[in-house]
């Protein structure tokens, strides 16, 4: 099974492509499956991205009828922060078709964690370890979550030589997250933009993981484009099957369906 699960399109506020120009790569590329799971933020309250989910649902079933090799989902990424920030996503999908949900976090503090103001006056130590606590404190906002995002989202612009967000950054508060990721069924997401052009990171994340309970991880490329559709999937898939990592997941209306790794 090949899978991006994280896909971005001119639907977010962020995006650089159309959906169909997503589909088409994906189609070129080989993929046997995408999830397009555009921006959902209230993180930044006023500043708010909210998607046309109708007109894109429309789009879709129009993609669907033109791309009838490739299994087309519906999906959102929704900003992590407090219960309140949770709500206000929660309210804004009420109504909609939806076969996924990432939780991530892009904020900080009301600051945005890759911007170069949040990493001033901290160590590396200090900007990574807060990152995850705020995972860990924003993370049972959202029960509707079906996968954690780039878990590593600090590290993608970080000033750093060595960029790499490792479990000892932050041991406790990991297996703090493991736990409830692993208790409610939910999933890690294997995000291939954090590490740029690096080599891969993360083995020693999904391994505690899967020793924890991890069951299935989702691989998403966070393109916001159509160029890197589907980047560095093998090297993610090699990485899951590294940690012990059993299943790859993709999803329908919510439910995950299990692809042996």
């Known amino acids: 099974m090949y899978a991006d699960y994280h896909m971005h399109t001119f639907f977010s506020f962020d995006g650089e492509a159309s959906a169909e120009q997503s589909a088409l790569s994906a189609m070129n590329k080989g993929l046997d499956e995408i999830c397009f799971t555009d921006h959902l933020d209230f993180d930044l309250h006023p500043v708010v991205h909210l998607p046309d989910f109708s007109a894109r649902a429309e789009e879709i079933r129009r993609l669907r009828a033109l791309f009838p090799g490739l299994t087309i989902r519906l999906g959102a990424e929704v900003s992590l ?5 949770a709500q206000q996503a929660r309210e804004a999908m009420a109504g909609h078709e939806f076969d996924f949900i990432i939780g991530s976090v892009h904020t900080v503090d009301g600051i945005s964690a890759w911007a170069d103001a949040y990493y001033e006056g ?13 995972i860990w404190r924003a993370l049972p906002t959202l029960p509707e979550m079906n996968v954690l995002g780039h878990f590593d989202f600090v590290a993608k612009y970080a000033p750093y030589p060595d960029r790499a967000l490792r479990l000892s950054h932050a041991p406790e508060i ?4 493991f736990r409830q ?4 069924g939910k999933a890690m997401e294997i995000n291939t933009a954090s590490w740029q052009q690096d080599a891969p990171w993360g083995l ?9 309970g991890g069951q299935f991880v989702t691989i998403g490329s966070d393109t916001h484009g159509y160029e890197r559709v589907g980047a560095r999937f093998q090297e993610a898939l090699a990485l899951a099957q590294a940690a012990g990592i ?6 329908s209306g919510g439910n995950p369906i299990y692809h042996r790794i």
Do not use: G, H, M, N
Not at 204 to 212: A, G, K
């Open 81 to 85: 922060r407090d219960p309140l920030c």
């Open 122 to 134: 901290k160590s590396q130590q200090e900007a990574y370890q807060l990152y995850v606590e705020t």
């Open 174 to 177: 990991f297996d703090l997250i």
């Open 181 to 184: 990721l692993a208790e409610e």
């Open 204 to 212: 020693d994340i999904f391994t505690r993981f899967r020793q924890l």
């Open 246 to 251: 059993p299943w790859l997941a993709t999803f």
